[in-house]
């Protein structure tokens, strides 16, 4: 029997004012947003991450309010990838893994780092940032322990974390070069599918896939239609046949109809 990998589909974020009365059922309260989009998704990716560093207590009730089967992606800090653009962060990378991500325990899913449109490749500068990121629980805490502590005390509980996973999405021309790719496959970093006209590219450099559906990459798209959930249906399940997993999310302009788009992806999915 084919080792078929997992696919979780999902949005980027839960808190968008447009879903209430569309998406969310009309009345329901704030509060219970998070745990109604779970109940209906696999996968939600934390994009609060990125513009500042979160507490434990955050990550815990995020996780007690979704199924224990449920998987967070967490998008890096803007700290790490806009401002230090990826260089001489170590301590900046400690204290966002210190910052409470392992409080998610087993719900715990991939990182995701999107570089500045502006930040060209420079195999040096990212060969380095890819040998900082953590590949397991050890190396993870390793770097966590490392925090400063000027906010708060270092979360380091590990229990129940799977692989430490990462994804990195660039934005800038100067990536598609066959040496940023390998770079990637070298670290098994996921290049994150973005289905854009500008990055097109579907190239799978890790044993997982990260997509961040902003497309469709094509003239005049106003928003994914059902045969671009088909096709993409029929691809994603060639990727999962050797034991990949898969996480897509849907974080294009068309984001009030993103939560119908990924339950429609994850059931044409299912159903190949």
């Not at 879903?19 to 009309?26: E, I, L, S, V």
């Not at 979160?54 to 009730?61: G, L």
């Not at 239609?225 to 302009?253: C, L, M, N, Q």
Request: hydrophobic share 40%; glycine share 6%; charged share 25%.
């Amino acid at each position: 029997m084919t080792n078929r990998g997992e696919v979780r589909t999902g949005t980027a974020g839960w808190v968008f004012e447009p879903w209430r009365g569309t998406f969310f059922p009309q009345g329901l309260v704030q509060k219970k947003e998070l745990s109604y989009a779970a109940s209906h998704l696999t996968t939600i990716e934390i994009n609060a991450t990125f513009r500042a560093n979160q507490k434990p207590a955050s990550f815990q009730k995020w996780a007690s309010e979704t199924p224990e089967n449920f998987k967070f992606s967490i998008k890096g800090p803007q700290l790490v990838t806009h401002i230090r653009r990826l260089k001489n962060c170590r301590q900046e990378l400690a204290n966002f893994f210190a910052s409470g991500p392992l409080a998610l325990g087993n719900q715990l899913g991939p990182f995701v780092w999107q570089l500045p449109p502006n930040l060209a490749f420079d195999p040096q500068v990212l060969s380095d940032f890819l040998e900082l990121l953590p590949r397991d629980s050890a190396s993870y805490l390793a770097l966590a322990s490392e925090a400063d502590g000027a906010k708060s005390e270092p979360y380091l509980g590990a229990s129940d974390i799977g692989p430490i996973r990462h994804a990195i999405e660039p934005r800038h021309k100067s990536f598609d070069d066959p040496a940023a790719n390998a770079l990637f496959a070298q670290h098994n970093v996921a290049r994150v599918i973005a289905d854009t006209l500008e990055n097109p590219g579907r190239e799978l450099t890790a044993d997982f896939a990260y997509c961040r559906l902003q497309g469709p990459a094509r003239e005049a798209a106003s928003g994914y239609e059902d045969a671009d959930i088909a096709s993409w249906a029929k691809e994603i399940a060639t990727w999962r046949e050797p034991g990949r997993d898969v996480f897509a999310y849907f974080v294009h302009e068309d984001k009030l109809h993103a939560p119908q788009n990924a339950m429609a992806l994850k059931k044409a999915v299912d159903e190949q």
